[in-house]
């Protein structure tokens, strides 16, 4: 009896084994694993876009930070140039001229002065038309040329020549103040141009 109970469970459980085994379907088989696949790709996905949606962010902020940084840098700058020129014309006040040193360093000054002038028109943004763009830019390729000039005069009169250093002070005084004029009249150009606010 016992055998044929056994026997008898064991045949149950093979019938059941082969309903089940006809009852699945490979066509359902394919629909589950396309489901499956399908929550995959869009699981993925998902990810991907929180990931791209991050480095975005840390994107903006990091661009945000340069960009403060810059500003900070180009304010901190100009407080240095406002303070360098505000000595500089402070010593040009009080600068004698007796000595050749003493009007060399005087010199140099006016010449530092003046560079610092035109270095803030160059780094003026560019507000100006094309057109009138290429005026001012040509204005300051001088301007840079005449500073060059008047260095190396200044570097020739601190060297011992046989020129009387009374003619190479008017020469230099001329260059200073065609450097000088170049210098307003770039200034005056670039802020004609400027539009209306």
């Given at each position: 009896m016992m055998l044929y109970r056994t026997a008898s469970l064991i045949s149950s459980m093979t019938a059941a084994a082969l309903?089940?085994?006809?009852?699945?379907?490979?066509?359902?088989?394919a629909v589950q694993a396309r489901k499956e696949a399908q929550e995959e790709i869009a699981r993925i996905q998902r990810e991907a876009d929180q990931k791209i949606a991050e480095a975005r962010r840390e994107a903006e902020e990091k661009i945000a930070e340069?960009?403060?940084e810059a500003r900070e840098e180009r304010a901190d700058a100009r407080k240095d140039v406002a303070e360098e020129r505000r000595e500089l014309q402070e010593a040009l006040k009080s600068a004698r001229q007796d000595t050749k040193e003493e009007y060399i360093e005087y010199a140099r000054?006016?010449?530092?002065?003046?560079?610092?002038?035109?270095a803030e028109l160059k780094a003026q943004p560019p507000t100006v038309p094309a057109a009138d763009r290429?005026?001012?830019d040509q204005a300051l390729r001088e301007i840079e040329a005449k500073h060059r000039e008047v260095?190396?005069?200044?570097?020739?009169?601190?060297?011992?020549?046989?020129?009387?250093w009374s003619s190479a002070k008017v020469e230099i005084d001329r260059k200073?103040?065609?450097?000088?004029?170049?210098?307003?009249?770039?200034g005056g150009a670039a802020n004609a141009?400027?539009?209306?606010?």
């Open positions: 309903v089940i085994a006809c009852d699945r379907n490979p066509g359902e088989d340069a960009r403060k000054k006016r010449a530092r002065l003046l560079e610092l002038r035109a290429g005026n001012v260095i190396g005069a200044l570097n020739e009169l601190g060297k011992d020549t046989k020129q009387p200073l103040s065609e450097l000088e004029q170049r210098v307003d009249a770039a141009t400027k539009p209306a606010r």
